[in-house]
């Protein structure tokens, strides 16, 4: 049985005692989050959030990529949420590679060179990271300057979430 298998079978118990058909597409608490895909952290639980509360955005490293943009932009104008949170954290994958090593890697490894994705985003300042995608989101022409735009490194050790403050 693959993974994906196991899932399914998961899905029919779901499905089974299913009850948020009637929940409202916009999120409740008006709130979009910006995260790591890391597997250890479920940003529900760390967060207090409920199915309906919040959109949560994720890729590797929490990165205020295009594509994240888009979402941002897409939850901010359609579906009226009023407030960002972006949220890095320790032992991250992208700490621990550089950007040229790891395109050199893949190209050796895979034995062709690739153009995308153009940046991977590796970083070796957690803080700096954060604020550097702060920045990007407050910048955007399409995001309102009035939207608070806040920034967090969780730590994988204590679960706890430290703000990370403009400089
Ligand atoms: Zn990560």
Partial sequence: MSVADELLKANETFARNFKLGELSVRPKRHVAVLACMDSRILFEHCLGLHPGDAHMIRNAGGIATDDALRSLIVSHHLLDTQEFIIINHTD????????????AKLAEKMGVVASEPAHFHAFDDLEANVRQQIERVKSHPWIPKHIPVRGFVYDVKTGKLTEVEPK
């Fill in 92 to 103: 991250c994958g992208l700490l621990k590679v550089k950007e040229y090593e790891l395109r």
